[in-house]
């Protein structure tokens, strides 16, 4: 795996990486990508991209107890992935699920977590669910993509870590690349996730020439509907 070709892909926008994975045909486009009920919440750290960790958490339910925590054995997850091909460490992008009767309502992470995260290996955090000390976390600094802000969490219960998740209908397994910024996030399959790169570039490349030819004042746009029925 080209390690440099996916971390190169944060000089795309997501939208040209959802179109040069669209190219690859690896599966329907109908999905793996979220939707309009998670934004990021720090846009000006621009594209963020890397391994996906999952996890999946409740802190809404009442009257549960206070159970195992997995923060370290995730954090001990994010290193191994981090790790995985070697020499070149690979960046990790945090995955934790909000379960339980509020989810959206569950606060994920702030500052104390998040520095940790950062520490082992995170450049990005999605969660279905919220985030509380957004300015702490954005002077880690860790972009966070979400439901939203909250300043409260109830009894944290943690269910498990590495199982499939979903986020606003895109299912993450760990292992699996994401790349997201202020259009959202799409999941890579890491079978293809260094091909991406080049049929990105084609993208742009193809974008940028149309949007010229648009530009020049000889452009006809009932010429160019007639060539191209």
């Not at 939208?15 to 720090?42: E, F, H, M, Q, W």
């Not at 992008?93 to 290996?121: H, K, N, Q, W």
């Not at 009894?155 to 397994?173: A, C, E, F, H």
Request: aromatic fraction near 8%; glycine fraction near 10%; hydrophobic fraction near 40%.
């Amino acid at each position: 795996m080209n390690i440099n070709k996916i971390t190169k892909l944060i000089e795309f926008d997501t939208a040209t990486v959802s179109n040069g994975l669209g190219a690859l045909k690896v599966r329907d486009d109908s999905y793996g990508y979220t939707g309009p009920n998670i934004r990021y919440l720090s846009p000006q750290f621009g594209p963020r991209v890397g391994v996906a960790v999952t996890g999946r958490m409740d802190t809404t339910s009442p009257g549960t107890e206070e159970n195992e925590s997995l923060f370290v054995p995730w954090l001990e997850e994010f290193i191994k992935q981090s790790e995985a091909e070697g020499e070149e460490p690979i960046p990790v992008f945090a995955v934790l699920e909000s379960v339980g009767l509020r989810p959206e309502y569950t606060v994920t992470i702030g500052d104390g977590m998040g520095t940790r995260m950062m520490l082992a290996g995170a450049v990005g955090f999605i969660t279905n669910g919220c985030v509380r000390d957004i300015e702490g976390l954005r002077n880690v600094p860790l972009p966070c993509w979400g439901a939203g802000l909250s300043p409260m969490h109830g009894q944290i219960r943690w269910l498990d870590i590495n199982s499939p998740v979903v986020i606003d209908g895109m299912t993450v397994k760990t292992g699996d690349f994401i790349h997201a910024d202020e259009n959202g996030a799409v999941v890579i399959p890491r079978s293809v996730a260094d091909q991406v790169y080049d049929e990105a570039k084609q993208v742009q490349e193809g974008e940028a020439e149309l949007f010229k030819t648009m530009g020049s004042p000889d452009f006809n746009i009932k010429k160019w509907v007639a060539e191209n029925k």
